[in-house]
């Protein structure tokens, strides 16, 4: 996992144990797309379905009575010297020919940096207020994706800026030198978090990170990441559907920092 350290990412190797856990996940996570209650996570006329905290899965990743997510996801997390955390819901990710179109009422800027940036973001991340202040309110501990369908590469991917998380961190420790811990949530980092996307656009690679169902990949929680448009062609192809956990460490935004 040497890579991971340099790259702030890395894409895991075929696991049975992974595969069953998608398999069962798919016609769930389908189920919670056409659920009523979440027909608000549908966005951008319709071509993604943001599904936050959409599958209904247990603290240790089963579902309906399943098996726990375990496997090369788990190993590799421990690997790397995290702890493996209690699993919030997952978010369910699908993405459907035609994206992106205009997310609600977004600005045409938001629109083109969504197209042309693919809508870079560093989770956690919350825009708050009337202002929409960018504040560091959901400290996650890394991200796990874990693909429930298998689609071709070109449908709406993700996209990481290898090396970004080094940029990150030492914008981040810049802009906290001179407030006590307590405080970093309380901190508008809008200005600064601007000028650190366009240092990542300019010095940070472009990759795109492509996975099937029994695959994997982890991001490191400081990684810059968007999603790609929809260029794929085939028509047999209407969803693109990827499970994402991001738990929290429970001590706060510290560690999040700090922690390798």
């Known amino acids: 996992m040497t890579e991971f350290w340099d790259r702030g990412w890395a894409k895991l190797a075929f696991d049975p144990h992974v595969l069953e856990w998608a398999t069962q996940a798919l016609p769930i996570a389908m189920q919670a797309m056409s659920a009523p209650e979440n027909a608000h996570w549908w966005t951008c006329e319709n071509t993604w379905f943001v599904g936050v905290d959409a599958l209904p899965n247990q603290t240790d990743g089963s579902l309906n009575g399943g098996k726990p997510l375990s496997g090369g996801v788990k190993d590799a997390v421990l690997g790397l010297g995290y702890p493996w955390l209690d699993l919030h819901r997952a978010q369910v990710s699908i993405m459907r020919p035609g994206y992106p179109k205009p997310r609600d009422a977004e600005s045409e800027s938001a629109f083109r940096y969504r197209l042309k940036r693919d809508a870079a973001h560093l989770d956690g991340l919350l825009a ?3 202002s929409r202040q960018r504040k560091l309110l959901e400290p996650h501990a890394y991200v796990v994706g874990l693909p429930l369908n298998s689609v071709p590469q070109e449908a709406a991917p993700l996209v990481v800026w290898e090396g970004s998380h080094k940029y990150v961190r030492a914008a981040f420790q810049a802009r906290f ?26 010095t940070c690679r472009r990759v795109i990170v492509h996975a099937e169902p029994g ?13 790609a448009p929809w260029t794929a062609t085939d028509p047999t192809h209407t969803d693109r559907v990827i499970a994402y956990f991001r738990p929290e460490f429970p001590e706060g935004i510290r560690p999040w920092l700090e922690s390798p």
């Open 177 to 202: 030198a001179e407030v006590p811990p307590q405080d970093w949530p309380d901190v508008d980092v809008t200005d600064m978090y601007k000028t650190l996307r366009t240092q990542v656009f300019d």
């Open 215 to 227: 695959e994997s990949y982890v991001l490191h929680r400081h990684t810059l990441h968007g999603v």
């Open 128 to 130: 708050v207020g009337p």
